[in-house]
């Protein structure tokens, strides 16, 4: 006797044929994700791929039998071959190339021809994945083992945003077909350390002149500060590196980091030889904040993240520099193109491309030191206000105590003033040893200031109580802190390094507290940090503990 399973009303044959003729390869459909596994199961498909978005359904090899009688279930929603060619039409020009008017001259990018004629840029990320799309020269790996492919995908990001080819296919970035030097300092988690990054400083530096290196992408940060002595007063060595970068003539350019705050608290953005990005959204290309977020944000369109850093001393105003990173249309992993996650990663990487092609054959930047050529892009996008390129928020209409600086552009403006020295910091602790790129920002729309409004700006105070710094943990574990304000604290959360853990919930005893897990997270010895804030929207942070994980 022949035996039947009976599953959401579909009979089905305990025996099959010994040989099923196959009909393809197809994309079925359902109208729930539930019934997609039922089939599957029941019918014994050895599905390639199970939709887990918003359409319910599975991509696989069927015989003519299994295709029949899935067409004949009633909760189908469609059967379609899956081997139809599909074939792009037409290259995309992002918005943030036509916000730094690379859609101009000299750059002309979205004119369907990659004639760039300008030196490299080392890419300290994630790792780069190969792209039709880009020209990725070469991969370089700072961990002990493993490739150097892209771990994460941030990276291969990242370089299209900067660098994609103007071929009139997929996307364009800002200088096309810049030659792109990946050098991964960061694991799947997007996590490195001291000395994974100083790996990549140092490959840099030997092999810069060979590989006519001149620009270093840095969209990443960690705590640390400025010395004012190039770490030599505070002993820190990520500092030095870039110092020495300084002085072969390289430029580096860093996100300013993506926890409201003062970038002054952040590295490399916080060195004065770091050209520091903070991030804008610029929806249409266009000023005049009428355009529309074509991604999950609420930011408005001309207007800063309510997640970038900023400047607030004068030292700091004077190495920084805005650019739009909200809703980046750029490479993916994989060969394709999709909107991927908002920040001052994607801004510092739309910098780095503006500094390729101010050096390329012919541009203002060209014979320049690294101080005058952050001086110079700086000038140009001062410049670029004449033309009407500002935004809400740009030194033009400034937020008191919140410098973002003046929107990045291309077209340049002939010679710019000297840079000015900066004043020297006191010395500081040891930065701390965990650099990460900058975290997905979850953007609010920014309240336009007013002149007349009195602004509480007094931050609140925070101190983490428990664990105690030097605590070895090992899987879950709990934080409090307390924090006060002169008005009132509203919320508190948890970061490690620049990677926020999650938000307290406060208790009756008027502390904060987070229960987290470490199982995420490699081996090693993490920063971790409370920040307060207020109804006013200041933010202070606690003083760093450290946390030991071993899994």
């Keep these: 006797m022949t035996a039947f399973a009976v599953v959401g009303g579909l009979a089905l044959a305990g025996s099959a044929p010994a040989q099923a003729a196959t009909s393809g390869r197809y994309l079925v459909t359902v109208d729930s994700k539930s019934v997609s596994q039922q089939l599957v199961d029941a019918l014994g498909i050895a599905d390639e791929i199970q939709y887990e978005g918003g359409v319910a359904g599975f991509t ?4 003519e039998r299994q295709k029949a009688i899935l067409e004949s279930d009633s909760r189908i929603l469609g ?3 899956a081997d139809q060619v599909v074939e792009g039409q037409a290259q995309t020009i992002p918005s943030h190339v036509l916000t730094a008017e690379a ?18 840029v080392a890419v300290i990320d994630s790792g780069v994945s190969a792209h039709p799309d880009y020209n990725l020269a070469k991969q370089v790996n700072c961990f002990g083992s493993g490739s150097a492919e892209d771990a994460n995908g941030h990276g291969t990001g990242v370089s299209g945003y900067m660098a994609a080819l103007d071929n009139s296919v997929g996307s364009v970035g800002i200088a096309p077909g810049a030659p792109i030097y990946s050098v991964r300092a960061l694991d799947k988690n997007n996590r490195g350390d001291t000395s994974t990054l100083m790996c990549a400083l140092d490959w840099v530096s030997a092999n810069a002149k060979t590989y006519n290196i001149k620009v270093v992408n840095m ?5 640390g500060t400025d010395d004012g002595n190039c770490g030599r007063s505070n002993g820190d060595v990520i500092h030095q590196a870039i110092c020495e970068l300084e002085s072969k003539g390289i430029v580096t350019v860093g996100s300013a980091g993506n926890t409201t705050e003062d970038l002054a608290g952040w590295i490399p953005a916080a060195y004065n030889e770091t050209l520091a990005v903070t991030n804008i959204a610029n929806y249409d290309g266009k000023p005049g904040g009428l355009g529309s977020a074509p991604c999950g944000v609420q930011t408005r369109d001309d207007t800063p993240s309510n997640t970038s850093n900023f400047a607030a001393s004068a030292s700091d105003q004077a190495h920084t520099i805005a650019a739009p990173g909200m809703c980046p249309y750029t490479t993916k ?7 991927i996650q908002s920040g001052t990663s994607m801004a510092a990487a739309a910098v780095s491309g503006v500094v390729l092609d101010c050096l390329s054959s012919g541009g203002s930047c060209v014979g320049k030191s690294p101080a005058q050529v952050r001086a110079q892009v700086i000038a140009q996008a001062k410049a670029a206000t004449n033309r009407g390129r500002t935004f809400q928020g740009d030194p033009t209409r400034g937020t008191a105590g919140r410098y973002f600086g003046y929107m990045v552009s291309t077209v340049p403006t002939g010679s710019a003033p000297e840079p000015t020295a900066t004043p020297t910091a006191s010395p500081t602790a040891t930065p701390t040893s965990t650099p990460k790129p900058t975290a997905t920002p979850t953007a609010t729309p920014t309240p336009t200031p007013t002149s007349t409004a009195v602004r509480d700006t007094e931050k609140p105070t925070v101190r983490i109580t428990s664990p105690a710094s030097g605590t070895t943990i090992s899987g879950s574990i709990r934080l409090v802190a307390s924090a006060s304000d002169n008005v009132g604290v509203t919320a508190v959360a948890f970061y490690a390094g620049s990677t926020k853990l999650g938000n307290g919930v406060k208790q009756s005893n008027g502390t904060w507290t987070l229960s987290a897990s ?12 409370a920040k307060a804030q207020d109804k006013a929207a200041n933010v202070g942070t606690s003083a760093a503990i450290t946390l030991r994980v071993a899994n």
């Design 60 to 63: 696989a090899t069927l015989t």
């Design 79 to 81: 059967v379609a071959a």
């Design 103 to 120: 859609d101009k001259a000299p750059v002309r990018a979205g004119d369907g021809v990659s004639n760039y004629n300008g030196p490299a």
């Design 219 to 223: 969209s990443l940060a960690t705590y």
């Design 333 to 339: 992993k994989g060969g394709g193109f999709a909107y």
């Design 518 to 529: 470490s199982a995420s997270y490699p081996n090693g010895s993490y920063q971790v940090t």
